[in-house]
């Protein structure tokens, strides 16, 4: 709990004096950055250009717009999106040796990475203190130290959309010294006329992506590169995001509304009875 309250004022947005609060807030002034914030901003950049932008930490002024954190969701003002979407080329983000600048206006979010590092970084934390079987869950972003004892791999849910949490389950997949990540538009999001708006956004217009996808669920060993990848695949869609998926040679599930799956070849999958 100290490394991610570490983490957290390191990589938070909104917590004064961490590393993204100081670039999103020096006016365009290369500021220093901890070597730990440099690495997950050069794999937030590769994975942009791997994903042609899909993916996109640079989408930190859209998202704020929609106020998913504080419970206070709502549509934003459409003039205002459209200003904060002309904001958000994250080609704007400079990169230095351990410093590094944003634009005036470029809001870095790195909501969409974050958790993956940190996941990975409390499982070495744990190997270095001798412990060799564990499950770190943080929320969605599921990371595993060796096997079960007795040596079984671990078995991680596949939560069931709108399903009772940590209750209801549609699928299980075995881990073990691997990553289970998964991005899916019910755990943060608000309904109005009808409409689902979820947090993982379409950088090109600000929106709610809405291309038919409830999950993805990518397995590989690094929880870093999982996490962006659930995100930049569901931004892609089923098709372009099992590319990419391929294309970076991980497990992947896309599932959509309605439950129909597209899943990699050898990804050993168990289906439960969907209660949700
Ligand atoms: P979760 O937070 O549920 O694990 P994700 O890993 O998909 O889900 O991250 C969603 C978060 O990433 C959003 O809350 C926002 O902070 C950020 N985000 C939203 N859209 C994008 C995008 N297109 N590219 C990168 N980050 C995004
Ligand atoms: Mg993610």
Redesign the pocket.
């Known amino acids: 709990m100290a490394l991610c309250r570490e983490y957290d004022a390191l990589l938070s947005k909104t917590a004064e004096g961490s590393d993204v609060w100081r670039i999103n807030n020096s006016g365009g002034n290369p500021v220093p950055v901890s070597c730990e914030t440099m690495e997950i901003l050069k794999k937030a950049r590769e994975i942009s250009e791997a994903s042609g932008g899909?993916?996109?930490?640079a989408?930190?002024a859209a998202?704020a717009l929609w106020r998913?954190?504080d419970g206070s969701a709502a549509l934003p003002d459409a003039d205002e999106l459209a200003g904060a979407v002309s904001m958000s080329d994250y080609t704007n983000i400079y990169l230095g040796e351990n410093v590094a600048a944003a634009a005036p206006g470029i809001k870095i979010?790195?909501?969409?990475?974050a958790?993956?590092y940190i996941a990975d970084r409390i499982a070495d934390y744990l190997k270095g203190r001798g412990v060799d079987s564990a499950l770190i869950n943080l929320?969605?972003?599921i990371v595993t130290v060796g096997a079960k004892r007795g040596g079984a791999p671990w078995s991680i849910g596949l939560q069931t959309p709108g399903g009772r949490h940590g209750v209801d389950f549609w699928a299980v997949v075995s881990s073990a010294d691997g990553a289970v990540?998964?991005?899916?538009i019910y755990?943060?999001g608000f309904a109005l006329n009808g409409e689902w708006y979820h947090?993982?956004?379409?950088?090109r217009t600000g929106y709610p992506?809405q291309n038919g996808l409830e999950t993805v669920t990518i397995c590989t060993k690094s929880s870093l590169l999982a996490?962006a990848l659930?995100?930049?695949c569901?931004?892609l869609g089923a098709e372009k995001g099992m590319e990419l998926a391929l294309r970076y040679g991980v497990h992947a599930i896309f599932r959509k509304h309605g439950g129909a799956l597209d899943i990699t070849k050898g990804l050993e999958i168990g289906f439960l009875k969907e209660n949700g």
């Open positions: 899909a993916f996109n930490i989408v930190g998202a998913f954190t979010d790195l909501g969409g990475i958790k993956g929320g969605g972003n990540v998964t991005s899916g755990e943060r947090h993982i956004l379409d950088p992506v996490d659930a995100t930049a569901f931004v």
